[in-house]
């Protein structure tokens, strides 16, 4: 089982950065991957960006050389840094979590955090 918080989402001008942060709390569970996904108004849940445990990232087009995904192993934590944002970054962010407890692979979702670019 894991629990995840996320914190860091506000209201920020565009060009503008954020920094969102999802922790997790995992009992028995290791985790395998953190992701990133948004949903803005009207629309439907799309990927942002994806961190393996080894490291290895994926990026929607959208957000390429604009965010960073990355991780804090010791701390169970996953950073998104937010660069040049854009009217259309506005969204609500989840936070996901692949994880293995035993044998079973299951995945988790945070509460989500707003991002609001005015511009």
């Known amino acids: 089982q894991v629990q995840l918080v996320e914190s860091g989402g506000g209201v920020v001008q565009t060009g503008g950065s954020l920094k969102l942060s999802c922790t997790a709390t995992?009992?028995?569970?290791?985790?395998?991957?953190y992701g990133w996904y948004r949903q803005g108004p009207g629309r439907q849940r799309e990927l942002v960006a994806t961190?393996?445990?080894?490291?290895?990232?994926n990026y929607a087009d959208s957000v390429k050389g604009r965010f960073t995904i990355s991780t804090d192993n010791a701390r169970n934590t996953a950073y998104l840094e937010m660069n040049s944002l854009k009217p259309e970054d506005t969204a609500d962010y989840y936070c996901?979590?692949?994880?293995?407890?035993?044998?079973?692979?299951?995945?988790?979702w945070g509460q989500g955090t707003q991002v609001t670019v005015s511009s």
């Open positions: 996901k979590v692949w994880a293995r407890d035993g044998l079973v692979d299951d995945y988790y």
């Open positions: 961190i393996s445990s080894g490291g290895s990232t």
């Open positions: 995992a009992t028995t569970s290791s985790i395998n991957a």
